[in-house]
């Protein structure tokens, strides 16, 4: 630095300051509104339209129709950009982005995760209930 002076005022400066960066992992990190992280699947909202597996630019997501309107997603979180398109294309709501971040994985297979959709809790009209 030519100026020892400017030089000076700058740590000065900074000592008061703030601090610019955080204890991560131990002060937690908070991301900011819009930040795109990792995808959750809503089963019980799905229609099985196929809209978010047509419009993934990525081929990360697939909806597998596992019983009569109960569908499951298969994610594989390793494919998957981030990129949000599938809630815009979800009609229903049934998928939703989250601000987590913390997916790093030493074993790739567990970025493939499988969301299945729960069976009706109520039973149908004039059968019994045999749980
Ligand atoms: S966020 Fe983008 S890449 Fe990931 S599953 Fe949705 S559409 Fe595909
Ligand atoms: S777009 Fe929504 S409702 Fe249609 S298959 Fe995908 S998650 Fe289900």
Known sequence: MKNPGKMLFEVLNHLFKKPATVNYPFDGSKMPKGFRGKILFHPEKCI???????????????????????????IDLGKCIYCGQ????????????TSDFELAQLDPTKLKITVKGEPPTTPPPNQPNNA
């Not at 047509?54 to 596992?66: E, L, T, V």
């Not at 599938?86 to 982005?97: F, G, T």
């Open 48 to 74: 099985g339209c196929q809209l978010c597996v047509r419009d993934c630019p990525s081929n990360a997501i697939k909806i597998i129709k596992i019983a009569d309107k109960q569908f499951e997603a298969q």
């Open 86 to 97: 599938c809630v815009d294309s979800c009609l229903k709501k049934a998928i939703e982005i």
